[in-house]
Each structure stands twice: as C-alpha cells, then as structure tokens.
C-alpha cells in the first residue's frame, strides 16, 4: 500500500547550518507531495507541495523537489533559524483519491 | 477568521466515561477528517467525511464515532474511554472539487484519560 518513511528524528542544528530531512514514499499512479510543519502546541500547517514529477515546492526559504526516479521529496533549507525548531511530516496523497498518508514526522531543534 | 476550530482544546477526564470533541469549519470545504496523534508525534487518519457522507474508515474502534451534522461541522464522540486513547486529535477539511487537494488543520484537541 501506499506509505510516507521519513528520517528519524531529532535532528539538532546549529543556527544558519543546511538542513536535510529526507522523505520516500511508496505509491501507485502520481500521488502529490506535501511537507507539513508542526509548531509547540499547534496543528500541522502546509509548508510546501508538489503535484507532479519534477516540480519543486518552495516557502519560507524551504525547498524540496518531486523525484519519481527515486520515489523521494527530501526537504531542504540552506540556513536555519531557531524558529525553524518544529516537528516536519512528509505526506503524500494518492491520485485520484482525497486521503492523506503521514510520515513519522522528524522534529528539528536549532540552536543559536 | 479562524479557519478550522475545534473545541476543547484540552480534555481530561476518567476511564469509562463518554466525550465529544467538536470540529467547524468556515472554508467553505465538502471534505473533513479525523486524525488521531500519539505520545511520538505519529499522525494517523481516523476518518473521512464527504458532504456529511463517510467515506473513509480506518479500522477505527466502534467506540469512536464521528457525526456531520452539516458538511462544516465533524464531531467526533468516544464512549468508554480507556487509557490508550489519550492523544491530540486533529480535525481538517480540504476544498471540495479536485482530489489530492491541500489538508487545513484545526489546533488540536489534547485528551488524556485517567
């Protein structure tokens, strides 16, 4: 079946060091992508997405890029902030069908 | 202007009792859901409403039961509440139309049962 593995957690940072979270799914058909952001105490907010192969999803300095040939949407920023410390879920939602599979989620602790 | 709410916020109760948790949504969106998150943040679908019809149904316990009253509103009941169901529940919707669409979700609700 369809599934979302993202790279366990935590993740601990310098402030202003490159981050990578690498996510892969598994899914039949074109699934789109999603990268969600959980705040401390919030629910999850969309971050960034990507609808089909090749297309890269960008917001708040955030990038990742839609790669069918390796089935992963690995989530980037060239130089994180302390209020970047949040827990980060990759997701994908199957063609044709409005339901949502997580990852485990990978949380990010930046410090300054 | 909030854009999906859900009431309470926190919830603390006993083993064995009966709760609701309230969802609204003033998106204007035909589909909304359930999802239930545990101690190590894993985020799990419980159910899926279209237009007050249910469309997904995660093998989910018969003592959860979700009720639309109206496509912006998903209550989610628990009867005989037990121990492991203590967690944060999310409510979210998406925009009616297309699939693979965007999930918007509420601030959760925190339960712990004792």
């Known amino acids: 079946g369809d599934s979302v593995t993202q790279m366990e957690g935590p993740v601990t940072l310098s402030e202003e060091a490159f981050l990578t979270i690498n996510c892969t799914y598994t899914?039949?058909?074109?699934?789109?992508l999603f990268w969600y952001v959980q705040y401390p105490g919030e629910g999850l907010q969309l971050l960034l997405k990507a609808t089909k192969a090749d297309d890269k999803g960008s917001n708040k300095g955030f990038e990742a890029t839609y790669r069918k040939e390796t089935t992963s949407f690995h989530l980037e920023k060239g130089s994180v902030q302390v209020s970047d410390s949040a827990v980060y879920f990759c997701?994908?939602?199957?063609?044709?069908?409005?339901?949502?599979?997580f990852g485990s989620g990978t949380k990010l602790n930046v410090k300054p | 202007d909030t854009a999906v709410s859900q009431t309470p916020k926190y919830l603390v109760t006993q083993m064995g009792n009966d709760k609701s948790i309230k969802c609204e949504q003033n998106l204007g969106h035909d589909t909304m859901y359930w999802y239930k998150q545990d101690s190590k943040k894993f985020l799990k679908i419980m159910f899926s409403?279209?237009?007050?019809?249910?469309?997904i149904n995660e093998t989910v316990p018969n003592r959860f039961s979700p009720k639309s009253p109206d496509k912006a509103h998903l209550n989610l009941h628990i009867n005989s509440l037990e121990l492991g169901d203590s967690a944060v529940y999310f409510c979210?919707?998406?925009?009616?139309?297309?699939?693979?669409?965007?999930?918007?979700f509420g601030p959760g609700t925190r339960l712990l049962v004792l």
């Open positions: 997701a994908l939602s199957p063609y044709n069908f409005n339901k949502f599979y």
């Open positions: 899914a039949t058909g074109y699934p789109s």
């Open positions: 979210a919707s998406s925009p009616p139309g297309t699939t693979q669409e965007t999930q918007y």
């Open positions: 409403y279209n237009n007050k019809e249910l469309i």
